[in-house]
């Protein structure tokens, strides 16, 4: 995730800095207007004066500030950003941003909660889309592209530059709402975090692409697949119809969420605006342990491997068959490797990608259904097992020409029994 982010002076000198200064916020609020507002961690006011606009700070004590941040945007990447005392992981430093933010010291504190001060030219909107950031660790270093962990609270909001600050400096900005903190809305704010994007700031095409990019692929990988899996499993030695039925759901229903999820994905990550393909590589293209191979693209590589797979087992028949052809036994651990891996990568997405499309946090609730239905699968095909039996028995028949009202084949010159 590269973004830019404008100059703030270093904070190295706030301790030795008084709260006293000769203009006090009393004194700004008396004659500006705009809004403020409050996550669980951090509270931002802006207040317009003039041609410029005062932005404040601070922590609302639920943690300590390690730094905090505030940019200019309705999403994270590529948002012109002031963050304090330094920088965020990945962001890089703009020789000549769009608007020079003033540290205003005298009016800054790092001590206690903090209370961060600075000043920017107003760019003449009366409603400004925020994005703001917190986190709890501070980087250790005055350098300007020092490094900093991972925010602990963030989200998207609006502030009315035109509303009244006559109240304290947690009031409840005007027509906001939090979309991405990690915890519940603090403060005077009485609107509750939703989890995901509000009416008042509009999905981007990026956003509009995630979201797409994870129905599909969860419906392709997640769902039609294990069917198509369960369907093998429990209908082979009932019916010789649950060939058509497997193949329909492994290929064309997965196949088309796939492919669809897939192209979403790789578009979205193009996208201008959009997260860095190196954020996204942990998921949609690095295995932990093997930096240079692509967790996404294998999977998707896998599964095509599996289509052709199951076709070669189903289309081309060795004339004279013994015993169960090896080839059947491994499409069926390929497949069943395929469905494990996609399941971790389900969860790589929501629980790590997520964090980056400015969406806000998912509920609790999608963690639940993903742990049930990583217990449901493994129970539902062990199930199935039960006619691992018969299914054997079913194929030995087969190979030596025995007809029952189950079998697929006809005879020994047609032993097309051999699919899975």
């Not at 410029?52 to 700070?57: C, F, K």
């Not at 990447?77 to 608007?99: F, G, K, L, Q």
């Not at 000043?119 to 950031?133: E, H, K, M």
């Not at 790589?348 to 639940?368: A, D, H, I, Q, R």
């Amino acid at each position: 995730m590269v973004r830019r982010f404008m100059h703030a002076a270093v904070l190295s000198t706030l301790a030795a800095v008084g709260a006293a200064s000769a203009l006090s916020l009393t004194d700004i609020h008396a004659r500006a207007t705009g809004a403020s507002f409050c996550s669980k961690y951090m509270c931002v006011e802006a207040a317009l004066n003039g041609s410029t606009v005062e932005y404040t700070l601070s922590g609302t004590g639920k943690s300590t500030p390690g730094w905090m941040g505030v940019g200019f945007g309705t999403f994270m990447a590529n948002s012109p950003m002031v963050i304090i005392p330094r920088r965020e992981s990945m962001p890089t430093v703009d020789s000549n941003p769009p608007r020079v933010a003033t540290l205003s010291t005298a009016l800054s504190t790092a001590s206690g909660n903090a209370n961060f001060v600075f000043t920017v030219d107003s760019n003449s909107l009366s409603t400004q889309p925020i994005i703001y950031a917190f986190g709890s660790v501070n980087p250790g270093s005055s350098a300007v592209d020092a490094t900093l962990q991972q925010h602990s609270d963030y989200g998207i909001t609006q502030l009315n530059l035109q509303g009244s600050l006559a109240g304290s400096s947690a009031s409840s900005a005007s027509g906001s709402t939090p979309t991405g903190s990690s915890g519940s809305s603090s403060g005077s704010n009485t609107n509750e975090n939703t989890g995901g994007a509000t009416s008042d700031i509009p999905l981007t095409p990026y956003q509009r692409m995630i979201i797409a990019h994870a129905v599909f692929c969860v419906v392709g990988f997640a769902l039609f697949l294990p069917i198509g899996a369960l369907v093998a499993r429990f209908l082979r030695t009932f019916s010789s119809s649950w060939y058509t039925a497997h193949w329909i759901a492994q290929f064309v229903l997965a196949g088309a969420s796939i492919l669809a999820g897939i192209v979403l994905g790789f578009k979205a990550a193009s996208y201008e605006g959009s997260t860095s393909y190196r954020i996204l590589d942990t998921h949609k293209a690095r295995l932990p342990s093997t930096r240079s191979f692509k967790t996404g693209i294998i999977l998707f590589a896998l599964y095509i491997a599996q289509c052709i797979l199951g076709a070669i087992i189903h289309w081309v028949k060795p004339k004279r068959v013994l015993r169960r052809p090896p080839q059947n036994y491994l499409h069926a651990l390929l497949g069943l490797s395929i469905i494990a891996l996609s399941l971790y990568q389900i969860r790589t997405g929501y629980k790590t990608e997520w964090l980056f499309t400015g969406l806000g946090p998912l509920p609790s609730s999608v963690n639940t259904v993903w742990i049930l239905w990583c217990v449901v699968l493994p129970v539902f095909y062990a199930a199935g097992l039960v006619f691992l039996r018969k299914q054997y028995a079913q194929e030995a028949a087969a190979r030596t020409g025995w007809t029952d009202e189950y079998a697929m084949n006809k005879g020994p010159e047609r032993p097309e029994y051999h699919d899975n």
